[in-house]
């Protein structure tokens, strides 16, 4: 016999399955045969390779029931725990004095604002026809100041004008008749019939005629160059006045009337947000009392931490908090922890074989559902070094009877080997680098270099070097079927009877995947509306904290 040291392979499997909590199993069809206690023949045979985990039952779909209001409120009444309930039964009732005392108030806030609004109204129109009669009284004067330079140049200076023409006129045929007058006088003088008085008094007639027309033909030409275009430039100078304040008068109006516009909306805006606010409140009230949205089984949410004790009436429940669930128990399916070491080989639409603990005698068909793309967190926060995967395991049969918690057994059939050379796994051993068996010749047993395939704790596919019928050793640790690892339950007729369990289709295995995916994207609604809550309420809180927070002064001294 060979006296190198030997390494039996299946001691590094069995530490391998205790430390990731599986059983990987293949189960012969035939009892092993045994020519004596320490050889196994080899024989071709069909035998079932599968992984065999343990898990929890749960609902395929579930409603989860949360505080939809944006505040703390006390649980006033709920449904007891473990009820069945149908669409539209009450399922609690939540606290709303505070909701209806905030919708009291606001409602005075609408009615206060509408008021306002109103003012605000006629305010506008008010202020539309002041600006109106006052734009309209800067036109009409300026009118009128048009109106008097056009009567100034085309009615009052040709009158003017023609006034200093007429004095002048009138003024030079007096000068005409003291002339003659005066010629007279001297004519009569000269003959005795006229006085020197008289002769004097003609020809200060001449001279007072002679300065009238001088005067009047002055006061002519000093209207012209002096009066006429003084007039002129103060009339037009009134016009431009009337312009700019008509000007001004357009814009103040412009400017008032947006004013009273801006406030006008102001006014629509506040009324707006109150009653925004206001149907907020109503409808944060009517999410006080809870409906059942479908039928299912009440569940509490248990208690996460020691803030939240348990849900009871009376108990506080935070904004987006959950407060039970309604689990679907028409269809259920079996959540299981597959290990890492053997994750690669489930995958989705793998059929399995479910037994549950509390009905033993029952053997469900099923398949695999869905397989986690990462290991689960909850079992690494215990043991960072278990990698675990979350499997779900969908049930073909329907479970009425069973309540979601309870604990059963799945049986992943891997694949289903036919026709293959098996031996007991103990009978490989490793000799350096090269895996043998040793097979009796004559009184001694030669080291055969062997191709394995698959394998779990008890047999194995031999693939070449050992043929059906040698005489393969068995290690004097592990006699051929003695030992019971608790792996698996199912049987080759589980298998390829007439009720065997069979591979969904593709149609069946998307419609499974498709179940409760709704839910789930409701509770990653709510969880992301629960976050800016929670957000806004804890900016909320800083600028509290910042505003009440005192200012401390620095001595100096002391600095």
Known sequence: ????????????????????????????TQEIEMIDADYHVAKRSNFMVSIVEGGTLTATSEHVVRNETDYTLQITWI????????????LLELDSSTLREKIAS??????????????????????????EAEIDEETLSLEIANSDLEKYKEGEWPITMTNFAA?????????ERARDRLDKTKKLKERGYATEV????DELSLTKQELNIRQYKLERDIAVKYDYPKAVRLAQAKIRDQELDLVRTKQKSKTSIRSYETALESKKRS???????????????????????????VVYQPPS???????????????????????????????????????????????????????????????????????????????????????????????SDLKPGVSGRAEIVVTNLSDVVTVPIQCVTTIGNEQVCFVRSGSDNL?????????????????????????????????????????????????????????????????????????????EEAKRRADKANQKVDKKKNAEARANKPKVKKDKKNT
């Open 1 to 28: 016999m060979n006296t190198l040291k030997q390494k039996p392979i299946w001691i590094l499997l069995v530490v391998l399955l205790i430390g990731g909590g599986l059983a990987f199993s293949i189960k012969d």
């Open 79 to 90: 449904i007891p725990e473990g009820s069945v309930v149908k669409k539209g039964d009450l």
């Open 106 to 131: 606001q409602e005075q806030n609408v009615e206060e604002a509408k008021l306002k609004l109103e003012y605000a109204h006629e305010s506008l129109n008010l202020s539309r026809l002041t600006w």
């Open 167 to 175: 004095k002048i006129k009138i003024a030079e045929e007096e000068l």
């Open 198 to 201: 008289e002769l004097r008094a």
């Open 271 to 297: 009324l707006k947000a109150y009653e925004e606010r206001l149907e907020e409140y109503k409808h944060q009230l009517s999410l006080c009392k809870v409906h059942a949205p479908r039928e299912g089984l």
């Open 305 to 399: 931490n020691y803030r939240y004790p348990g849900i009871e009436v009376g108990a506080s429940i935070s904004s987006k908090y959950r407060i039970l669930k309604l689990p679907d128990v028409s269809q259920m399916m079996l959540e299981i922890m597959v290990h890492e070491s053997h994750v690669r080989q489930v995958k989705e639409g793998l059929p399995c074989i479910v037994s549950i603990d509390s009905l033993p005698e029952n053997k469900l068909s099923g398949f695999i559902r869905r397989v986690a793309p990462l290991p689960d967190t909850r079992s690494r926060y215990y043991n960072p070094n278990l990698k675990v995967y979350k499997t779900e395991v969908w049930i073909n049969e329907r479970l």
């Open 447 to 523: 080291a055969v270099p062997v191709e394995v395939g698959m394998f779990n704790d008890s047999m194995i596919e031999i693939r070449s070097g050992v043929n059906p019928g040698d005489e393969v050793l068995l290690s004097p640790i592990v006699l051929g079927d003695a030992i019971d690892m608790e792996g698996s339950f199912a049987s080759t007729e589980d298998i390829t009877g007439p009720d065997a369990v069979k591979i969904p289709s593709a149609e069946e295995l998307k419609a499974a995947q498709q179940v409760g995916r709704a839910d789930m994207e409701m509770d």
